[in-house]
Each structure stands twice: as C-alpha cells, then as structure tokens.
C-alpha cells in the first residue's frame, strides 16, 4: 500500500475540528479576496482556493446549498459545478501550464473528507514531475509560490474572463 503524507495538513485538522460552523458557509458571509480565497460566484455555486492546497493552484467547487452529498443537489447545481470544474483547468492551464488534473469528491469521513458536511469538489492541478524527492524522502511538499500570490493569479484571470463573456 502506498501513502500520501502531508504532515502540513496538521494546522487544517485543528483548525476545523474545533469549527461549529461550516467553512464554506462562513466564507461565502465574507467580502471576497485574500481572507477568504473565492475566486468565483456563480449562481449556484462558487470557486475558491484551498488554504491548505496539495498543489499551487488547488481549487474547490462548492455549491451554495449545504448538503453534505451530491444526490441532494439539483440538476442546476451539479451542471453549474461541473462547468466551473471545466473552467478551473482551463484557467489553470494558461496560469500555470498544468500538465494534468486530479478533479474528484471526497464523499464523507470514510472517504477522506475534510468538510464532509458540506460537499465540494477539488480540482487539483499536476505537473510531470511534481513529486519529488521532497515528498518522497522529507515528507515535505514544496509550494514555490505563496497564496496570496496565487490569489491574485487566478483572480485576475478569472475576471478577465467573465469580462470577455
């Protein structure tokens, strides 16, 4: 069997262990940009930034509704979800070249969700290459841009193109 360590994760475990309100509930409350990492609202659901992402550029989509799977969402929502999915590898790929993608759900704590109440996906950009031997040896994963950075990298491409629209 093969692991995945990311010992980093520890802070996320704490922090949202004591949380009593959902994350993503909480962050649609606030005003967009760096505290809160939406990157996009649409009429269903939202785009945000994972503050504790796998790789640069780790995207969630959310819907608005607060359902913990997606058989409680409706056919608006789920499409919506899927085309901001497909809309985050496009803007990713002209961001940072992504060679490939891991998009999927964690469904539930057996699944490995953090936020089980609250279904998202993840969109997670790769490149050949990216596990290196940081990962491999120092159980370190290296992130070589900061987030706020990376916020305003997607931000700014992801306005420009609603604009285009």
């Not at 093969?2 to 802070?11: C, E, F, G, I, V």
């Not at 990492?37 to 819907?63: C, E, S, W």
């Not at 992130?143 to 700014?156: I, S």
Request: proline share 4%; charged share 25%; hydrophobic share 40%.
């Amino acid at each position: 069997m093969k692991h995945l360590w990311a010992p980093w994760r520890m802070d996320y475990i704490k922090e949202s262990s004591h949380e009593e309100d959902c994350l993503f509930c909480t962050l649609l409350a606030q005003e967009d940009g760096p505290g809160n990492l939406i990157l996009h609202r649409g009429q269903n659901a939202f785009v945000v930034l994972n503050r504790y992402p796998y790789t640069n550029g780790h995207m969630m989509v959310v819907p608005y509704k607060h359902k913990p799977s997606l058989e409680g969402l409706g056919d608006k929502t789920l499409f919506e979800m899927i085309s901001l999915a497909s809309e985050a590898l496009s803007v990713l790929r002209d961001a940072y070249n992504a060679d490939g993608f891991n998009l999927g759900a964690n469904i539930g704590e057996a699944a490995g969700a953090g936020v089980e109440e609250h279904v998202h996906l993840h969109v997670v950009p790769r490149w050949k290459g990216d596990t290196n031997f940081m990962a491999t040896t120092a159980e370190t994963r290296v992130l070589p841009e900061d987030l706020e950075v990376t916020y305003q990298t997607l931000r700014r491409l992801w306005l420009s193109r609603s604009d285009d629209g």
